[in-house]
Structure formats: C-alpha cells, structure tokens
C-alpha cells in the first residue's frame, strides 16, 4: 500500500504596499498571469491582482518568495473576483 503524503501549503502572507504611485511591493505572489506596460495581472494568496499604469515594469520577480516589484505609474489596483465559473481573466474581459 503506498503512501502519499499531501502538504497542505500554508497560505503566504499578502502585503500591498504602494510608496508615491511609483514603487509597488507585493507579497503572496503565486503567479504572474500576464503583463505589459499598462496592465499586469498577477495571482496572490487573496486573490487576482490587476496592476495598471503606465510604463510599467518588473524590477523584481521571486515565486519562490512571492515577492514582486514593479516601478512605473500606478493608476489602480483592482482585485478580481475569481468565485463562480466566470472563467479566467481574458473570459471575464471579452464578456
């Protein structure tokens, strides 16, 4: 009989933190979806996180931390509902 052993991967902590709408840290990263220099739309322990500006860039990047940096303008942060069969992101932006 074998044994498999299933982690339960604790939730990583979420911090947003915006310092004067041109330096943005983020933790709890899980995955960066997509991105460009207006939009960047990421995965986090709380939730889908869309990032838009302009001349948006990834200074830093660690999955394995979950850590993410972003230099640009920030205009919004928005966090997407990801309840019910809405589908992804790109599902819920052609509706």
Known sequence: MQYEEKRVRP???HHV????RESLTVS???EVESFDETTIVMSTSKG??????EDLHIEKLSL?????????????LTYEDDAGDRGGF????FR
Request: no cysteine; aromatic share 4%.
């Open 11 to 13: 939730e990583a902590a």
């Open 17 to 20: 933190i915006l310092e004067g």
């Open 28 to 30: 709890g990263v899980e």
């Open 48 to 53: 889908s996180l869309v990032v838009r500006g």
């Open 64 to 76: 394995d931390g979950g850590d993410l940096k972003v230099e640009g303008s920030v205009d919004s």
């Open 90 to 93: 790109f599902a819920r932006l």
